[in-house]
């Protein structure tokens, strides 16, 4: 297997997650808030930012690098909320 081949490879499983996240918000199965939501979208992104080194695309990676930004902060907002509640439980 070229490293080409793995990089598509790595891509493709990148947009499955993201495809799987939005799917799952669409059905009400999971929350925009969590953090999994957020990790599903961050580890996606990641991989698709990977395939784009081998098959450049200048728009791709602004905005793989933009969805990666707003999943950690996504993430961040997610487990100070998740805090904030558990201290109020206290």
Same mark, same amino acid.
């Given at each position: 297997?070229?490293?080409?081949?793995?990089?598509?490879?790595?891509?493709?499983?990148? &947009?499955?997650?993201?495809? %799987?996240? #939005?799917? !799952?918000?669409?059905?009400?199965k999971m929350? +925009?808030?969590?953090v999994?939501y957020?990790m599903?979208?961050? &580890?996606g992104a990641?991989? %698709?930012? #990977?395939? !784009?080194?081998?098959?450049?695309?200048?728009? +791709?990676?602004?905005?793989?690098?933009?969805?990666?930004?707003?999943?950690?902060a996504g993430?961040f907002?997610s487990?100070?909320?998740?805090?904030?509640?558990?201290?109020?439980?206290?």
């Amino acid at each position: 297997m070229t490293i080409g081949i793995f990089a598509d490879i790595v891509g493709i499983v990148g &947009v499955t997650l993201i495809l %799987i996240a #939005y799917f !799952l918000l669409q059905f009400e199965k999971m929350n +925009s808030n969590s953090v999994s939501y957020s990790m599903l979208n961050l &580890v996606g992104a990641a991989m %698709i930012l #990977y395939s !784009l080194f081998y098959h450049w695309n200048l728009a +791709s990676v602004i905005i793989e690098i933009a969805w990666i930004i707003i999943s950690i902060a996504g993430i961040f907002r997610s487990l100070k909320r998740q805090r904030a509640v558990g201290q109020l439980d206290a």
